[in-house]
């Protein structure tokens, strides 16, 4: 069975050949560390073992730098100045203020100037923040969802249950049947607050998406029920 096709320059093609080559990469070094310590005394045994072709291996063990080392100088930032961004974007999203992509692109070019070897502004735009979300797979793009600080800080194992015992009466009260739910807005939304936005966050935390909002703003659940009555064909 064939995947799915993606045209060469969209965002899912370019990650899945960034993911590719990072699959690759890792591989490769295995082969080196395995050929180092003796596990396999021929280079070509170790690119087989590891599925690598021989000659890259080869090259490597030389001294020739991966392609995505090699490419640094390439980039408005060097590797310093991506790995500062990476953990200011960790850290916001621990305190549930994940930044969005535009204040990383202003967060950069504030910082540029202090870079060692830098002699003139970087203008970082738009484009660029695809390019850094491939070079760092830890991190990712998605839309925040808003959560009242108060209840961020109150959530608790005993605050949930009863969150549950009160959803229960509501379904009681209006003899509403299971399998007519079809879907539930679990964590609520807020009234008077706007959509989500675009936030980038680590990988791999779903909760990290969630932004705490400030004040005591009422929030609700939206139960969507579905009960369909279909007239009998008649012939």
Known sequence: MTGPSFSKCSTASRMASAAKRDAKEARVQQAISEHRNGTYSTIRQAATANHVPESTLHQQLCGRKPKKDAQTGMQMLPPDAESTLVDLIRCSACSRYPLTPVGIRDYANTITPGIPGTTQQVDVRRNWMQGFLLRHPSIRSCWSRCLENARLKAANEASIQT?????????????????????????????????????????????????????????????????????PVRL
């Open 163 to 231: 969150w549950f015992k009160c959803f229960a009466e509501i379904i009681n009260e209006f003899s509403v049947s299971s399998t007519d739910i079809f879907n539930m807005d679990e964590t609520c939304f807020m009234f008077g607050q706007g959509g989500s936005e675009g936030v980038v966050v680590p990988a791999g935390d779903p909760a990290s998406r969630f932004r705490a909002q400030p004040g005591t703003r009422e929030s609700a659940t939206v139960i969507k029920c579905n009960v369909l009555s279909v007239v």
